[in-house]
Nanobody, 124 residues
Framework: QVQLVESGGGLVQAGGSLRLSCAAS????????MGWFRQAPGNEREFVAS????????DYADSVKGRFTISRDNAKNTVYLQMYSLKPEDTAVYFC?????????????????WGQGTQVTVSS
């Protein structure tokens, strides 16, 4: 049983930082892609960042490029999203996901498993 558990969300002032964690279990993730997505009320789930489990190739949404960093610790089966210079528009539920992604990693339909989400709220 694949499980993804996000943690690290919370309330932060604009300009602040948070680090989200996604603990993955249930199988080996070699050859897979881990992604972070976010969803605000009334919006569709949007791509934030992704990383290849093996090799470490990363991709970022333009809206977070230069502010967010995705990384992984293969020994801990954990993926991180370090967020700096947070803005109110970053407020959303953040989800991690894993899949055998071919082509662009930005589409949520290309991921097989999802965590429950963690709330990030950025105040002005």
């Amino acid at each position: 049983q694949v499980q993804l558990v996000e943690s690290g969300g919370g309330l932060v002032q604009a300009g602040g930082s948070l680090r989200l964690s996604c603990a993955a279990s249930g199988r080996t993730f070699r050859g897979h892609t881990m992604g972070w997505f976010r969803q605000a009320p009334g919006n569709e789930r949007e791509f934030v960042a992704s990383i290849r489990w093996s090799g470490g190739t990363t991709d970022y949404a333009d809206s977070v490029k230069g502010r967010f960093t995705i990384s992984r610790d293969n020994a801990k089966n954990t993926v991180y999203l370090q967020m700096y210079s947070l803005k109110p528009e970053d407020t959303a539920v953040y989800f991690c996901a894993v899949g055998w992604v071919l082509g662009s990693p930005t589409s949520p339909e290309r991921y097989e498993y999802w965590g429950q989400g963690t709330q990030v709220t950025v105040s002005s």
